[in-house]
Structures are given as C-alpha cells and as structure tokens.
C-alpha cells in the first residue's frame, strides 16, 4: 500500500470508529414529530418521498392537503392510482387563499381537514401522516396552533410520524418538533422566465 | 358579506392579480440543473420524490447512486419492484468514505458512476438523471469539478433535468445551476438518542 493510500485508509478507520461508537448511542426509537418549512423547495417533495418509503416498507399511512394542488399532483395521481391500499389521500383545501379570495370557506375547508387529521393520527393503524401546508393553514389562524400543539402532545399515538410541510413554520410547532428542516432557496429558476415544469415541479 | 371579508376577498384578488402577472411571465421551459444540498435532511428524499413525479406522469428516467445505501432503500425496493419500466436505477458506490476505508476503490466505483452517469444523461429518453450523493465524490476529487460542470454545460440535452444531491456543493457546480436549495438542519431526533427509523430515513 502506498504511504498516501495508508494514512487515507488509517483516517477512515478513525473517522469509522467515532461514527460507529455514536451511533451505537442512538437506540430509541419513537413517532417524531417532523417540520419541513422554509422558502426554498422540496418540503413537500421529500415528505411525500417519506410517504412513498413507507408505501415501500409496506406500513400504512396517510395524507391530507390542506391546500390543493400544492403543485405535487403527480405523487397524489401516483398513490391514488397504484397504492390506494397502503395510503389514504385526502385533499381537503380548495387552492391557495389568493384563489379562493373567500376567507370563510377558507376557514371551514381548513378546519375539515384537520378534523381529518386529527381522525388518521388518532387511527393506530396509521404509521405516517403528512398534513401537508398546513402551516400554511396555521399562519392564516384557520387552525390555531394552540390546538395543533396541544393535540400532537397529548393524543398523537407513541409510534406514529407526523410531518408538518409549509413556509413559516409557527415558532410553537418547531419547539415541539423532534425533526426540522429549513428548504433554503439558493437559486429559482422563476427568476429568468422558467415557468413550473412536469416532474420537476407537478 | 362582512367588512372584514370583504377587505380580506379584496386584498387576495390584488394578490392573486400581482401573481398572475409574475406567472404569465414564466413561459419558458428547459431541461434543468438542480442542486440539492445542506447539512438538513430532505436532499435524497425530495429528489427521489421528484423521480416519483416523472413516474406518475410516464417520463423516464434514471438514477445513479454514487454511495451505496444512501438511505433510501425503500425507494429503489419500490422503483425495483414496480417501476423499472420507466426508471433505470444503478448504484454504483459501496458506502460511505469511512466504511469502506479504501480510496483507490472508491475512486475506481465514483468513476464508473460517472461514466454511467454520463451515458445516462446522454441518452435524451431519460427526462430526468438524478445524481445521488454525486456531491460527496466531487468533494473527495473522485469525480473533478471541471469535468461536470464541462458535461453539463456542453453535452446535458437541453430538455433533460440533472438533479445532483449531497452536502458541500461545489461553487462552480452552483454557478451553473438553475435551481439551488439548501437544507437545512433546524433540528434532528439524533441529538436526543432516537435512531434512524423506517419510514423516515430509510
């Protein structure tokens, strides 16, 4: 072996054995609680692609949109065309507040789905809900987050994952949550006339 | 209707007009360079999200894993199992730098990646090349810099999406790119000794 490849391979060995003796460390297992937020994207493209994980490992799960064609019908065709058996899907919102431009309707949609939520978490059965933009819902106090908060803490089973997507995570939620990622948007390519693109952004 | 619904339908329809005006601006399309990356989770995972979007609208397309068991064998199990029609799926890597301890290898397995990569995106059947982990073999100089950026920049068919993840994107990868995002961590389930669980890391 050369000197160089040696030292690599010694470093490695190092860099293993750090990793390993913390990993062995995290033994626990539980529901977590996880928030994509932040303005950049791919919040709701990674928490569908943890929903199609769990289609993958077959344990069932479910998913209410708060807001409709939060631009991700492709994976909402996908699951409601082939795994219908493993994952509920309940759009519940009728477009973005400044589509509707109806603030009581809004409301009244915003708060079906989280009687809808609320129905699927308590539902054991269940391993992951997504409430997708429901912060979203939340920032626009159709849903007080007091509610949310309080209903995550105390009523959501022990095992079960609830991810939480959408811009402007209440501060309130993030202390809750045990998994927290901010999608910060370093380049868009909005911004030299690119319009949304199938497979990229629907 | 109320003054405050009438102030609330007046102020979403000057924002649903801003909006539409910005949109109908948007009116080009092209294949894209999209960078996922960032110390957060969420790169792998919305990237494979935006794979499950190209396969729910029929568009082919391919995937090369550049390490091994980048978490996401739930992912290629379900594209494996039910979607090899429309996806192509290599992995090339053999894990992680620090567990296979052997840098002449791992240069020899991110080169073969590459060159599959290359052949990949050559191919103008594949609407989208997803790159996975390529950021780690371009940190490491497996793969030089200057040698991507070049391909991409000269021979990536102009509709074809590139979708390049992994932490410490190149700046010069970034330069060329369209669209950028960075994860980031807020907050993870690790520091409180919960391990990665099925369903949301694997």
Redesign the interface.
Known sequence: MTD??ER??QK??K??AA?DKI?S??????G?I???T?K???????????I??????G?P?AVVQFIKGGM?T??R??ILS?FTDLCQFHTMGEGF????????RDTEMARAAWEKAKELIRDERN??VLLDEINIAIRYDYVPVAEVVEFLATEKPAMT?VVLTGRNAHDDL?EI??????????????R?????????E?
């Open positions: 160089d490849a690599h391979a490695m060995a860099k293993k990793r990993m460390t995290k033994t626990g297992e539980k977590l996880v928030v994509h932040g950049g994207k791919g919040k709701s493209t990674a928490a569908f692609g943890m199609f994980r769990c289609i993958a490992h344990m799960s991700s492709g994976e065709d996908l082939r507040t400044w589509e509707t431009q109806d603030k009581t391993k992951m994952h993030i949550a045990d998994l927290v990622t901010e999608m910060e948007l370093v380049k868009h390519p909005f030299s006339g690119v319009k949304a693109q199938q497979g990229v629907f």
